[in-house]
Structures are given as structure tokens and as C-alpha cells.
């Protein structure tokens, strides 16, 4: 499987922290996005990285994107209870056609 | 904005029945795509299609097949629904060549019992 991996599983921080989450994926990429999901609805896409970028910031947003090592991280500064949803990363490459291959996703609960 | 939307939020079906999923979208994308989403394995493609009457198997396309007639409608049908069948399914648009942003439905939660 290509799918990209999130870690942690699981964040639980306090209204004011920052998030981070991390996205390994295996194969070399075209771009990668990052999609966010609150419980029971569908995906909201968050912010795409090229693969020939490095950082990419969106409003409280920050995307990080490691070619070498095949990893982005995603931080989320100053966060609130809204912010509280499952994220994924999906990776894009040419060896699979051009298609979104998601992870498993990391449930992040800010609490207030 | 992007609008997808999806015929139900809820479904609850029985083993062996035929099932419909309908998506609509109204940016006139050309490609979409069908996912189902269980715990702990993200989102898995289905199907997928990139033009009227196209289509092509996703990663998991057994028991499933799918429909588009019209541009703006794919449709994903449940030829005899079985248990392992129950999940959460979404589909999603998107313009231009694959890998770029996808718009997703906000998702029909189908229970086969």
C-alpha cells in the first residue's frame, strides 16, 4: 500500500496550544494535501504543498513538507475547541495515477 | 462555493438488497470519485470516473458498481448489500487532471443488516 501514515493516532491539548501532526509516506509524490474532518461529515480540504516546496502557511495553518524523508507535518498554532476533528493527509503521485491515497487520519481534541 | 451533495445521511438496508448512492455536484467537475471510510483504515476509492459514461475501479470496487450519466451526477450501486458493506461513503469532485483539490459530500452512513 502507498497509503501515507499519521502519528500520533490521537492529540488532546488544552484551548491555546498548538497542534502538530505528522504524514510519512512511502512513495516520491507530486504534492500533498491535508483535509479536515468533523465527526460525521465529509472532508474539508485544508492546504496543498507542491512537492518542490518546503512551507506552506494558511491563516493559523503551517504545512511542512520533507522530500528526503518522505514527511510533512502539519501545526496548528493557537488552537480552539473548533479546531476539534480528525485530519488527514493524502499524497498525490504519478505512479498511482494521479490519485489522492489517504491515511488513517489523527483525531485531535482541543478542549476548552 | 463548491456544492456536493449526497441523497442520504442515513441508510439502513437489508442484506441482499440493492442499494443506491447518488452524488450531485454543481461545479461542473469532471472528475469524481466514490470513497468508503472505516475506522483506523482513512478513506478507500471505490470508483472513480473522469467523464460522462467513464469510469474506473478504485482499490476496493467488488460488490460495488457505478453510474454517470450526466456530468453533474455519479451514482454508486450496492448490486446485494452485505454486512461488510456497512461504512461511511463519500464522494467527491474535482476539476481538471486528478491530484488536485477534492470537494467531498458530507457523507451517507449506511447500515446493512
Known amino acids: 500500500s502507498q497509503q501515507g501514515e499519521e502519528d500520533p493516532q490521537a492529540l488532546s491539548i488544552q484551548e491555546g496550544e498548538n497542534a502538530t501532526m505528522n504524514c510519512s509516506y512511502k512513495?516520491?509524490?507530486?504534492?500533498l494535501q491535508w483535509y479536515r474532518q468533523n465527526s460525521g461529515r465529509g472532508l474539508v480540504h485544508l492546504i496543498l504543498?507542491?512537492?518542490?516546496?518546503r512551507e506552506k502557511h494558511s491563516g493559523r495553518l503551517r504545512v511542512t513538507l520533507d522530500t528526503s524523508k518522505k514527511s510533512s507535518s502539519l501545526l496548528i498554532t493557537a488552537s480552539r475547541a473548533a479546531d476539534t476533528a480528525s485530519y488527514f493527509c493524502?499524497?498525490?503521485?504519478?505512479?498511482?495515477?494521479?490519485?489522492?491515497?489517504f491515511g488513517a487520519g489523527t483525531i485531535l481534541r482541543v478542549k476548552s | 462555493d463548491v456544492k456536493v451533495t449526497q441523497s442520504s445521511r442515513y441508510l439502513v438496508k437489508r442484506t441482499g438488497e440493492k442499494v443506491f448512492l447518488e452524488c450531485v455536484q454543481d461545479?461542473?467537475?469532471?472528475?469524481m470519485f466514490w470513497y468508503r471510510q472505516d475506522p483506523g483504515l482513512g478513506l478507500r476509492l471505490i470508483y472513480f470516473?473522469?467523464?460522462?459514461?467513464?469510469?474506473e475501479k478504485g482499490d476496493i470496487p467488488e460488490g460495488y458498481s457505478v453510474s454517470r450519466e450526466k456530468k453533474e451526477r455519479f451514482s454508486l450501486i450496492l448490486e446485494s448489500a452485505s454486512t461488510n458493506q456497512t461504512s461511511m461513503y463519500l464522494c467527491?469532485?474535482?476539476?481538471?487532471?486528478?491530484?488536485?483539490?477534492?470537494?467531498f459530500g458530507p457523507g451517507t452512513r449506511l447500515l446493512v443488516l
Open positions: 467527491a469532485s474535482t476539476v481538471g487532471g486528478q491530484g488536485k483539490t477534492q470537494y
Open positions: 512513495t516520491s509524490i507530486n504534492n
Open positions: 504543498i507542491r512537492s518542490n516546496e
Open positions: 493524502a499524497t498525490v503521485n504519478r505512479e498511482y495515477g494521479n490519485k489522492l491515497v
Open positions: 461545479m461542473d467537475h469532471e472528475n
Open positions: 470516473s473522469y467523464d460522462v459514461k467513464m469510469k
